[in-house]
């Protein structure tokens, strides 16, 4: 009934472990895992591909706009995943999170909202034409 296969690991190129804290707002691409506390807002391109991971142990407190979350951890503060959230059994928000597609596991827990924002751009959202008639009508008008 629902496909249950192992979801592909993804990259992680910066990792803040478990016993460091990091004060201030952090810009990345590619694959960010906090183990660790940052607060800050957390930040990647939209159009990026990146993925911020938040371990059981991680927190961040700020705002998160990133491509992809995977979070077991904590936010405190908004979330805006430009393409995918991933919300873990152990996963606390507190705040909005906004997505174009989620997964949560039994457990998870959000104090906000849900809002659902369509991906922008790609093919998502059709290019609207004129009826074939209505330009014609146009032009000779």
Do not use: C, W
């Amino acid at each position: 009934m629902f496909n249950r296969s192992k979801p592909k690991p993804h990259r992680i190129d910066t990792l803040i472990g478990a016993g460091t804290r990091i004060i201030g707002d952090v810009q990345f691409a590619g694959g960010f895992h906090v183990d660790g506390h940052v607060k800050g807002n957390v930040d990647a391109p939209p159009d990026s591909g990146a993925t911020l991971s938040v371990s059981d142990s991680g927190v961040v407190e700020g705002s998160v706009a990133v491509p992809n979350v995977i979070l077991n951890g904590t936010v405190k503060g908004d979330i805006l995943a430009h393409e995918r959230v991933e919300l873990g059994a152990t996963a606390r928000v507190t705040g909005n999170v906004y997505y174009a597609l989620i997964e949560m596991e039994m457990g998870a827990e959000i104090t906000g909202k849900l809002i659902h924002e369509p991906r922008r751009g790609g093919r998502s959202e059709p290019e609207i034409k004129p009826a074939p008639g209505a330009a014609a009508a146009d032009s000779t008008g």
